[in-house]
C-alpha cells in the first residue's frame, strides 16, 4: 500500500510540475489541432479501417459470443464515433469563399533575428527589406542617459563584454555609458552561436557585416523606422535603483522619439503602461497599446487602440470582440506558417515573428478549404472506410469458414489403414496412413 502510495504521489507531483513547464506547449498542441482537425479525422478514420483486419481475424476466432460481442461493440463505437466527429468539428480555415479576410500584417521580432543578429540596424534592415510593416524592440537606459535596444538584462549573450570586461559581464546593461556601450561587439555572437541555425546561409558579405554590429540606440532605430516609413513596438525597461534615470526613463524616452528623430508619433505604437495618462497628455497622437486583456471600458477609457497578446489566446471571438470597438490585435511571436495560417483564418490584424522573410512569402492560409470541400472529403472518406471494413470482415468470414470446412471434413478409413492426427499451423487435419498397422510396430506375438 505504501509503494502504491508513494507511486500515485509522483505520478501527480509529475503531472502538475509538467503541466506547469509545458503550459504554452500544452496550448500550441491544442492550436494545432484547430488547424489541422480535418486532416486528423482523416487519419483516425484511416486507422480504425486498417485495424479492422486484425480485430476481424480474432472476432471468427473467438468461441466465446460474450467476448465477440465485446470486441465489435468497442470498435465500432470508436469508428462511429470517429465518422461523426465533424459534426462537433471546429477549425477556422474551414470558411466560405470570399469570407477569409487579409493576411496578417508582419512586425519584425527584434528585427529579423534569422539573417542578423538581433536589435541591430542590420537586423531592422533585413526585416523591412523582407516586408515587415512593423518593427519590434526593447528598450534600456544607459547610465548616461541615452536609450538603447537590449533585451536581456545582461549583455553577457549578445555582446562580447566577457573579452572587454569580464568582471561587468553580469552587471545590468543599463549600468554602463553609452561610449562603452557603443564600443563592444554586438554581432559575432550571431555568427558563433547561429541560434536559428541561419548563419550559414548568409553570403560573405552579409557575414562581414553580421560580425561587425554594434549596439544600437533607439534614435538610430527610430530614424530607419521613419526612413522606410515602418511601425515600431517596444518593450521599455525601467533601470535599477541607483540609476540617474529611474525616475524619468518615460520622459527620456519620450524624449527622444518627440526631439531627437523624424518619427511621426503615429507610427509609435506604445506598449509601456506606466505613467500612462501623462504619455498621453505629453504625445496624444502615441498610438497606445496594451499589452493585457482588459475589460473593454478600461482599454476604452485608455485610449487602447491595440491589443498585444501572446498566441496562445488567440481565438475568432476574442479578435471579434475587440474590433467592434475598434481595438485591433496584435499576436506575438509567429514563426511558423501553420500558427501564421491559423493567426489569418482567425481574423488577426498582425503579428510579431521571427521569420517576416517567410511569412511574407505566403499567398494564402495553409489547409484553407470551403465546407463544401470539407463535407465532400468527410463523406467519401467514411463511405470508403465503411466499404473497406466490409470487405475485410467478409474475407476473414469466407476464410475462416473454408478452414473450419476443412477440419470437420471426414475420411473413412480402409481395411488396412488407421488415422493418425498431426498438427498443422493452420488447423488438425486427419490422414490416412498407407502401412499396415503391423508394420507401424514390432511384433509383439510370441509363440508358446
Known amino acids: 500500500m505504501i509503494g502504491i502510495a508513494v507511486c500515485l504521489a509522483f505520478s501527480v507531483v509529475a503531472t502538475a510540475v509538467l503541466s506547469d513547464l509545458w503550459s504554452k506547449e ?15 479525422h ?45 459534426l462537433g468539428l471546429y477549425s477556422p480555415c474551414i470558411k466560405e469563399e470570399g469570407t477569409l479576410g487579409p493576411a496578417p500584417a508582419l512586425i519584425g521580432h527584434r528585427g529579423a533575428p534569422m539573417l542578423a543578429p538581433e536589435n541591430t540596424l542590420m537586423s531592422f534592415e533585413k526585416a523591412a527589406e523582407a516586408g515587415s510593416e512593423g518593427l519590434e524592440t526593447d528598450v534600456t537606459i544607459s547610465f548616461d ?173 476574442l479578435v471579434s470582440e475587440y474590433a467592434v470597438v475598434n481595438i485591433t490585435t496584435n499576436l ?22 521571427n521569420a517576416p522573410q517567410l511569412l511574407a512569402t505566403m499567398s494564402s492560409p495553409l489547409f484553407l478549404m470551403s465546407p463544401d470541400e470539407y463535407n465532400l472529403m468527410w463523406i467519401l472518406t467514411d463511405l470508403l472506410s465503411l466499404v473497406l471494413i466490409f470487405i475485410i470482415f467478409i474475407f476473414h468470414w469466407w476464410r475462416e469458414r473454408g478452414l473450419a470446412f476443412c477440419s470437420g471434413s471426414k475420411i473413412a478409413p480402409d481395411n488396412n489403414g488407421t488415422y493418425s492426427k498431426f498438427k498443422t499451423d493452420m488447423s488438425d487435419i486427419w490422414s490416412v496412413s498407407s502401412s499396415n498397422a503391423q508394420d507401424e510396430s514390432p511384433s509383439t506375438n510370441v509363440g508358446l
Not at 472476432?59 to 465485446?70: A, D, Y
Not at 549600468?175 to 558563433?192: C, K, P, Q, R, V
Request: aromatic residues 10%; contains cysteine; hydrophobic residues 40%.
Open 332 to 353: 506575438y511571436v509567429i514563426s511558423q506558417p501553420w500558427l501564421y495560417s491559423l493567426a489569418w483564418c482567425t481574423g488577426v490584424h498582425s503579428v510579431t515573428t
Open 145 to 317: 542617459g541615452v536609450p538603447f535596444l537590449m533585451h536581456d538584462r545582461t549583455l553577457r549573450r549578445t555582446t562580447n563584454i566577457h573579452d572587454v570586461s569580464p568582471n561587468r559581464s553580469d552587471t545590468s546593461a543599463s549600468m554602463f555609458t553609452w561610449t562603452e556601450l557603443e564600443s563592444l561587439n554586438a554581432g559575432a555572437w550571431f555568427l558563433s552561436h547561429d541560434p536559428f541555425g541561419t548563419a550559414g546561409s548568409l553570403d560573405a558579405e552579409d557575414r562581414l557585416r553580421a560580425g561587425n554590429q554594434s549596439v544600437c540606440s533607439l534614435q538610430a532605430f527610430l530614424q530607419l523606422a521613419a526612413q522606410t516609413n515602418k511601425l515600431v513596438i517596444f518593450d521599455l525597461y525601467r533601470p535599477p535603483r541607483g540609476h540617474p534615470y529611474r525616475d524619468t526613463w518615460i520622459q527620456r524616452t519620450l524624449e527622444v522619439i518627440q526631439n531627437e528623430s523624424s518619427i511621426h508619433s503615429s507610427q509609435v505604437l506604445w506598449l509601456p503602461s506606466d505613467l500612462r495618462t501623462l504619455v498621453q497628455e505629453t504625445d496624444p497622437e502615441l498610438q497606445q497599446t496594451s499589452g493585457s486583456r482588459l475589460p473593454l471600458e478600461e482599454l476604452q477609457s485608455n485610449h487602447i487602440v491595440k491589443l498585444n497578446l501572446h498566441y496562445s489566446s488567440m481565438s475568432t471571438e
Open 26 to 40: 500544452w496550448t500550441t498542441l491544442l492550436l494545432s489541432f484547430q488547424v489541422t482537425a480535418p486532416y486528423l
Open 42 to 86: 482523416v487519419g483516425g478514420v484511416l486507422l480504425m479501417t486498417a485495424l479492422a483486419w486484425p480485430i476481424a481475424l480474432h472476432f471468427f476466432r473467438m468461441s466465446s459470443r460474450v467476448r465477440r460481442g465485446l470486441l465489435v461493440g468497442v470498435y465500432l463505437t470508436v469508428l462511429s464515433a470517429l465518422c461523426l466527429v465533424p
